[in-house]
């Protein structure tokens, strides 16, 4: 598009609520990518205007709660549109749907998906770089997550999950295959009913989050050493002028790297303890307390939270620690990412079951390579940014259209939004190969 007919502006959506409201009134259809939480103030703007509205963020509970007023105002407010949730959503509902008119059952679902950086990219303990936002990154590292598992229902506490890694096998063509941790994603039952699944039918559903090797350890290692705490603390204080080396708040003296490998040792043996009972019979990522001690110290040395590196007061543990991360852990002008997803059935049929497989992986573009930029797109982008910004950037043109029949707060698992969101996806080089095996 011309960017001469793009006009930008700055503005406070928590503050300026004027301003949003005669904003909102001027356009047809309102795309908001701002944090999570300030959607509601956007969604009610809309809702004056009679608006439409789309975010590529869950549906949260205060957005949830707008959907008879939406509905009465005769407007679309279409989340979940990213990557995941989103093009999971679409991908997931579309298999769900063919199964059904087959005759098909389903009676397992898992599914998983990840952004990570590519391959020849992953150059630090972590096995991690952001592509989305840092806080968010964390905040969901820090939730715990439920899901059922073989006929059991399960919650894991957050310290449990990191715990109780699965390992995930991936194979993006015949000749390169990746293996992966994989850790469960929030609540992957509430998502029985938004697929449409029958509970009687369903054995297994769970949902969950790729990383590489390395991650796990390390979101346990901050865990234990309280830095993914959200209360205000006096060592956290902008206010205060006064330096302070991350060293120093974990304390331990001259010998910090001893006192800290004390503290993780007995923390990763009782989180071991607390989740051994936790998914028996299923296949974890083995775990070795003396490796991960020493994984997790070679990680904070190199993050400097062992050394001399100085802390970016912000106010709490978990915020001056994203402030680090967001430091470290950020992509370098030669750099990609890649996007992986893949959802695992198992179908049964009348005559037959079989395990059906659907994978993407996508990676992102090279600023400095002389390529051209894929996909046909103008700037060279993340692959995180093509799989969130293009679903949102078509559903609008659906709407736009007038395509999208349903009204009130939705997400996008209906087949009048799936089937032609996922022809545009594919056309734009962002496809999801299937394959089925009998068993």
């Known amino acids: 598009h011309d960017p001469a007919h793009v006009e930008t502006l700055q503005l406070d959506v928590g503050k300026q609520a004027a301003e949003l409201d005669a904003l909102v009134a001027k356009v047809d259809i309102v795309i908001s990518l701002v944090p999570a939480p300030m959607h509601p103030l956007v969604a009610q703007a809309c809702l004056k205007n009679k608006k ?10 205060a957005m949830k709660e707008l959907d008879s007023a939406a509905k009465e105002a005769g407007v679309i407010f279409l989340n979940e549109l990213g990557l995941d949730p989103g093009i999971d959503h679409m991908s997931a509902m579309a298999i769900i749907d063919e199964a059904k008119h087959k005759g098909g059952k389903i009676r397992s679902f898992v599914s998983w998906c990840g952004a990570l950086p590519a391959p020849d990219c992953m150059n630090n303990p972590l096995g991690y770089k952001f592509s989305w936002s840092p806080r968010g990154v964390l905040s969901s590292a820090g939730l715990p997550s439920s899901f059922l598992w073989e006929n059991k229902s399960t919650e894991l506490s957050p310290e449990n999950k990191w715990q109780l890694l699965l390992p ?34 369903l054995q297994t559903m769970f949902r969950g989050t790729l990383r590489w090797p390395g991650f796990g350890t ?12 959200s209360e205000r603390s006096a060592s956290f204080d902008p206010a205060s002028s006064e330096a302070v080396k991350w060293r120093d708040v974990l304390g331990g003296g001259d010998d910090v790297e001893a006192s800290v490998g004390a503290k993780l040792k007995a923390a990763f043996e009782k989180m071991g303890s607390e989740a051994q009972d936790k998914l028996v019979g299923v296949k974890t990522v083995p775990r070795d307390v003396s490796q991960d001690v020493s994984a997790a110290l070679a990680g904070l040395k190199w993050l400097g939270i ?14 001056s620690l994203c402030a680090l991360l967001e430091k470290r852990l950020s992509y370098g002008p030669a750099e990609r990412d890649i996007v992986v997803m893949q959802h695992e059935f198992i179908v049964e049929y009348p005559s037959h079951s079989e395990k059906v497989y659907a994978t993407l992986v996508v990676y992102g573009d090279n600023k400095e390579s002389k390529e051209p930029a894929a996909y046909g797109m103008l700037n060279k982008s993340t692959a995180t940014a093509k799989t969130v910004g293009l679903p949102v950037a078509m559903a609008a043109e659906l709407i736009l259209q007038g395509s999208v029949p349903q009204r009130g707060v939705i997400a996008p698992i209906y087949k009048e939004i799936y089937t032609p969101m996922l022809n545009m996806l594919r056309a734009q080089g962002i496809d999801m190969k299937e394959r089925a095996e009998k068993l």
């Open 52 to 61: 439409h509205l789309l975010t590529a963020s869950y549906i949260s509970p």
């Open 306 to 319: 062992t050394a001399d590196e100085v802390v970016e007061k912000k106010g709490t543990p978990i915020d």
């Open 168 to 201: 995930v096998p991936v194979s993006e063509s015949d000749k390169v295959d990746h293996m992966f941790d994989g850790v469960g994603n929030r609540d992957s039952v509430s998502y029985i009913d938004v697929y449409g699944l029958n509970r009687n039918d």
């Open 218 to 229: 390390m979101v346990r290692a901050f865990m234990a050493l309280g830095l993914f705490s």
